[in-house]
């Protein structure tokens, strides 16, 4: 699947089928810290994404262009 | 997953809540949230005008869209900072957003208050952009509101916005921003506006969902001048504890508000002062704003 990122855009590629919380996980990315969004929906972190997904991973954070919050 | 509510499928799971909601229930919740807050700390009427500040972002633009929806009385104030390709881009936004649905929205230019825009200010001061930034939108917001005849300003800081912040007072034990923290404060001066958060009871990630599934096209790029700024580690931080033990941010905020804020509060109140150079309030003879854009005309 294709996972989007922002600040700044950038794509990775992630294997699937997987779900969304697996795949922050993979990421190392704090599920509050960011929407899931797939076309014009949001998911939940137990939906399942499969290969041919691509998911857009909004960070939330406001006041910097800071991305999605990391894991240490 | 499944809505908590009605059974359907969930779009955002609110762990704090110990929830999970659908669109139609999430933004069910959203907008008691706001009612909530705004009943909670009076923050005005139906019968008062109110003065949204709006950045472009999803926060301030899913506040004037619920108030807007909930029947009020609301214009827009966009205070163009004259930061490059980011204020362009985010009085479109909010342009937009205004004409879209047929409200006011007035603009105001840092650059043409101060004298420079906000990196221009930046060299001269030689502080943080955001110090300058700051100290400017809190003047003009005030000026916006005194001059077009609001009462009360409100703004779309968020739970974390509050949360963070009172972090920052607390690491450094700065009393007197602990003592003004809080979603609503009055006006204590006749040339002072009340200023108010109805989202404060909200997570920045509620804010963005319900921007997202209302549709609303703010912008997601944030302000670069904030990059490594102290707020944000404190955000991260916070995000980390909350993703161990949600509800982490809320019981910190709301146990201040609840239980500590009071210990801070001033014994004497602060003598305010009306600026001899443009009139608006000060607690000495010359505000800080005009101060700013004398040090940016003398450096000019």
């Known amino acids: 699947m294709k996972v989007v990122l922002r600040n700044p855009r950038r794509e990775v590629d992630v294997a699937g089928p ?4 697996d795949v922050l996980k ?8 960011v ?10 972190g137990d939906a399942m994404l499969d290969d041919t997904d691509t998911v857009e991973l909004r960070p939330v954070m406001s006041g910097g262009g800071v991305g999605p919050g990391h894991l240490p | 997953m499944k809505c908590t509510k009605c059974g359907d499928t969930a779009i955002l799971e609110l762990r704090r809540h110990n929830a999970a909601f659908c669109t139609p229930d999430f933004l069910t919740f959203f907008r008691r949230q706001v009612a909530a807050a705004v009943r909670k700390h009076r923050m005005f009427t139906r019968d008062e005008r109110v003065l949204v500040a709006v950045s472009g972002g999803k926060d301030s633009l899913a506040l004037w869209d619920v108030l807007i929806e909930e ?20 009085k479109a936004k909010c342009e937009a957003f205004a004409a879209a649905r047929g409200v006011p929205l007035i603009v105001s230019s840092v650059a043409e208050a101060v004298g420079a825009p906000v990196p221009v200010m930046q060299k001269v001061t030689r502080r943080p ?8 939108k809190r003047y003009l917001m005030n000026k916006a509101a005194l001059d077009h005849g609001f009462p009360v300003v409100a703004t779309g800081h968020n739970l974390d916005d509050e949360a963070a912040t009172l972090l920052g007072s607390v690491m450094q034990w700065q009393t007197d921003a602990l003592s003004r923290q809080s979603p609503a404060l009055p006006s204590t001066h006749r040339r002072l506006a009340r200023r108010v958060k109805p989202l404060y009871r909200l997570s920045e990630r509620e804010t963005a969902a319900y921007a997202f599934l209302r549709k609303i096209d703010y912008i997601v790029e944030e302000c670069p001048f904030a990059r490594g700024a102290t707020s944000i580690a404190h955000k991260e931080i916070l995000s980390r504890m909350e993703a161990v033990s949600p509800g982490a941010k809320h ?3 709301f ?3 609840e239980k500590a804020r009071a210990a801070f509060e001033r014994s004497e109140t602060v003598r305010l002062e009306e600026c001899e150079r443009c009139g608006q309030v000060t607690t000495g003879t010359i505000c800080a704003f005009c101060r700013l854009a004398d040090e940016v005309k003398r450096s000019s």
């Open chain 1, 18 to 21: 997987r779900r969304v919380k």
């Open chain 1, 26 to 33: 993979e990421l190392r990315i704090i599920p509050e810290t």
């Open chain 1, 35 to 44: 929407l899931i969004i797939r076309g014009d929906e949001l998911l939940t």
């Open chain 2, 71 to 90: 029947s009020y009385q609301t214009s827009g104030l966009y205070l163009d900072l004259g930061i490059h390709d980011y204020s362009v881009e985010s």
């Open chain 2, 129 to 136: 952009a955001c110090s300058g930034c700051g100290l400017s």
């Open chain 2, 251 to 253: 019981n910190f905020l």
């Open chain 2, 255 to 257: 146990g201040f508000l």
